[in-house]
C-alpha cells in the first residue's frame, strides 16, 4: 500500500501582503470567542468539586464525598444528575451549531460571534444566579447555544482573515484563549473555594459573564472578512478590505481568486447536500474525524473534570483545585509553543508528536493509579507518589495543547472551500459537541466501572488517531485556502476522489487574473 505524502510548501501561490496591525487586532479580538468555550470548561469540573454547592444541588454526591477512604474512590461523584449539569452545555452547542451556519453564511461571521456571545451572558447570569437544578440547566443551555455559534464562527473568520502564511499561528490564537479561559477558571476556582459562607461557587459561575461581555462588545468592531463580503454581494467593500488587511493594493490575483470561489458557492444552493459530493470526501472524513478524535484524547476528562479527578485520586480540596491550576498554566505555555511552531513544523509533526507524547503519558497514569486503588479503588496517594501523577498529566496536556487542542480546530476551518465552508465548520463543531456531550454524560460512570483502564481505553484511541493522521492528512500549511484542492489531488490515497475536472477551477483562478 502506498504511503503518505507530504505535500511541500511553496507549489501554490505566495500572495503579496504581509501582517498588519489590523489584521492581528482583529485576529486577536474575534479569538477570544474561545475565552468563553474555555472558562466554561474550566469552571464546571471546580464548581462540582466545592462541598457548598454540591450540598445545596447535589446531596448525594455530597454523602460520598465525605465518606470516609474506605469508599470506592472510583465512584465517589457517579452521579447522573451532576454529569447532566455538565455535559448539557455541550448537546445545546451541537445544535446551536448547526443554526449557526447559516446565520454566518447569510449575515456574516462578525453577528454569528455577537449572538454567541449574548446569549452566552445570559446563561451565565442564570447560572449566577441559581436556585435549583433546573435554572442550573436552563443556564447550562444558553451557555451551550453560546458556544455553538462562536466555535462555529470564530475559526473560519480567524482563516479567513490570516495571511497563507500565518494561518496557522492566526488560528491556534483561538485555541490559546481557550487555554486562558481555563486557566483563568481554575485560578477563579482555587479563590472562590475559600470564601467563607458557601457562595463562592456563584461568584464562579456568574464570572463568566466577563469573556461573554468581551466578545460581544468586540465582535461589534470586527470588521467583515472579504471572503464573507463577497459571499453576501458586497464586492467593493470586500476588495477595500482586502487591501486593507493585507497591507498592499497589490491584492488582484487574491482577489480573483476569492471572487472565483464566491461564483462556485453562488451555485450551489444546498451546501449540506453538496458537501456529500464525491469531491468533497476527504474534507468532509476529516471534519468528522478530527473532532472524534479530538474528544477521545480524553483531554475533557483532565479538563472539566480536573479537580473532580485528582480528588477522586487522593488529594484534598484545596490540593486538588491547585493542581488543576498547574495544568492550566501548562495548557498556556504549550499553546503558546504552537502558536511559533505549526508554520513552520506543520500540522502533520505536530498531530504525530503529540499523540506520542500523550499515549506514553495515559499509559503511565493509569499504571500508577492501579498500584494504589487497584481494583478496588480503595487507598491513597503520598505526596511523592501524587506530585508524580500531577507531572505526568501535565506533560500529557502540554502534549495536546501544541497538538490536538489547537489543530482540531485550525485544520477543518481551513480545508474547506467557500461553497461549503459554513456546513463543514458546522459539522466539525457538532461532531465536538457531540461526542464532548457522550464523553462529559458517562465519563464518571466510566470511571466508576473502568477504573484505572479508563486511562488505558483513551490511550488505545491515541494509537488509532495517530495512524489516521500518518496515513491520511496531508500537510496543509501555507496553502491557501481556496486551492485546498490542490493539496487533496496530491495525497496518495484521497486523489482517487478528486478527478482533474475538480482542480482545474483552482488552475484557472491564475488565468483569469
Not at 74 to 86: P, V
Request: aromatic share 14%.
Amino acid at each position: 500500500m502506498a504511503g503518505p505524502v507530504h505535500v511541500a510548501s511553496g507549489v501554490v501561490k505566495d500572495y503579496p501582503g504581509k501582517m498588519t496591525l489590523y489584521v492581528f487586532m482583529a485576529c486577536m479580538i474575534a479569538a477570544t470567542g474561545g475565552l468563553i468555550f474555555g472558562y466554561d470548561i474550566g469552571i464546571s469540573g471546580g464548581v462540582t468539586s466545592m462541598t457548598p454547592f454540591l450540598h445545596k444541588f447535589f446531596p448525594s454526591v455530597e454523602q460520598k464525598l465525605l465518606a470516609d477512604h474506605s469508599v470506592n474512590q472510583y465512584c465517589k461523584f457517579d452521579s447522573e444528575t451532576l454529569t447532566l449539569f455538565t455535559s448539557s452545555l455541550y448537546l445545546a452547542a451541537l445544535i446551536a451549531s448547526f443554526v449557526a451556519a447559516t446565520v454566518t453564511r447569510k449575515f456574516g461571521r462578525k453577528i454569528t460571534m455577537l449572538i454567541g456571545g449574548s446569549v452566552f451572558f445570559v446563561g451565565a447570569a442564570i447560572n449566577g444566579f441559581a436556585k435549583d437544578v433546573a435554572m442550573l440547566i436552563i443556564g447550562r443551555v444558553l451557555l451551550g447555544i453560546g458556544v455553538g455559534f462562536a466555535n462555529q464562527s470564530v475559526p473560519v473568520y480567524l482563516s479567513e482573515m490570516a495571511p497563507p502564511k500565518l494561518r496557522g499561528r492566526l488560528n491556534i490564537v483561538f485555541q490559546l484563549m481557550i487555554t486562558i479561559g481555563i486557566l483563568a477558571a481554575n485560578l477563579i476556582n482555587y479563590g472562590t473555594a475559600k470564601i467563607r459562607g458557601g457562595y463562592g461557587w456563584r461568584i464562579s459561575l456568574g464570572l463568566a459573564c466577563v469573556p461573554a461581555l468581551i466578545i460581544t462588545i468586540g465582535s461589534l468592531f470586527l470588521p467583515d472578512t472579504p471572503n464573507s463580503l463577497i459571499e453576501r454581494r458586497h464586492p467593493d467593500k470586500a476588495k477595500a478590505m482586502l487591501c486593507r488587511i493585507r497591507g498592499t493594493s497589490d491584492v488582484h490575483e487574491e482577489y480573483q481568486d476569492l471572487v472565483v470561489a464566491s461564483q462556485a458557492s453562488q451555485s450551489v444552493e444546498h451546501p449540506w447536500r453538496n458537501i456529500l459530493k464525491r469531491k468533497y470526501r476527504a474534507q468532509l472524513v476529516m471534519a468528522l474525524m478530527i473532532p472524534f478524535f479530538q474528544q477521545l484524547t480524553g483531554i475533557n476528562v483532565i479538563m472539566f473534570y480536573a479537580p473532580v479527578l485528582f480528588k477522586t485520586i487522593g488529594f484534598g480540596d484545596n490540593a486538588s483545585l491547585f493542581s488543576a491550576v498547574i495544568s492550566g498554566i501548562v495548557n498556556v505555555i504549550a499553546t503558546v509553543l504552537s502558536i511559533f511552531t505549526v508554520d513552520r513544523w506543520g500540522r502533520r509533526f505536530l498531530f504525530l508528536e503529540g499523540g506520542f507524547q500523550m499515549l506514553i503519558c495515559q499509559v503511565a497514569i493509569g499504571v500508577l493509579i492501579a498500584i494504589k486503588f487497584g481494583t478496588t479503588g480503595v487507598g491513597t496517594f503520598s505526596k511523592g507518589y501524587a506530585g508524580l501523577v500531577v507531572a505526568l498529566i501535565c506533560i500529557y496536556v502540554a502534549g495536546f495543547a501544541w497538538s490536538w487542542g489547537p489543530l482540531g480546530w485550525l485544520v477543518p476551518s481551513e480545508i474547506f472551500p467557500l461553497e461549503i465552508r459554513s456546513a463543514g465548520q458546522s459539522i466539525n463543531v457538532g461532531v465536538n459537541m457531540i461526542f464532548t456531550f457522550i464523553i462529559a454524560q458517562i465519563f464518571l460512570k466510566l470511571l466508576c466501572h473502568f477504573k484505572f483502564g479508563l486511562f488505558f481505553f483513551f490511550a488505545g484511541w491515541v494509537v488509532v488517531m495517530t495512524i489516521f493522521i500518518y496515513y491520511f492528512l496531508p500537510e496543509t500549511k501555507n496553502v491557501p485556502i481556496e486551492e485546498m484542492a490542490l493539496v487533496w489531488k496530491k495525497h496518495w490515497f484521497w486523489k482517487r476522489y478528486v478527478g482533474d475536472e475538480d482542480v482545474e477551477v483552482e488552475l484557472e483562478n491564475g488565468s483569469n487574473v
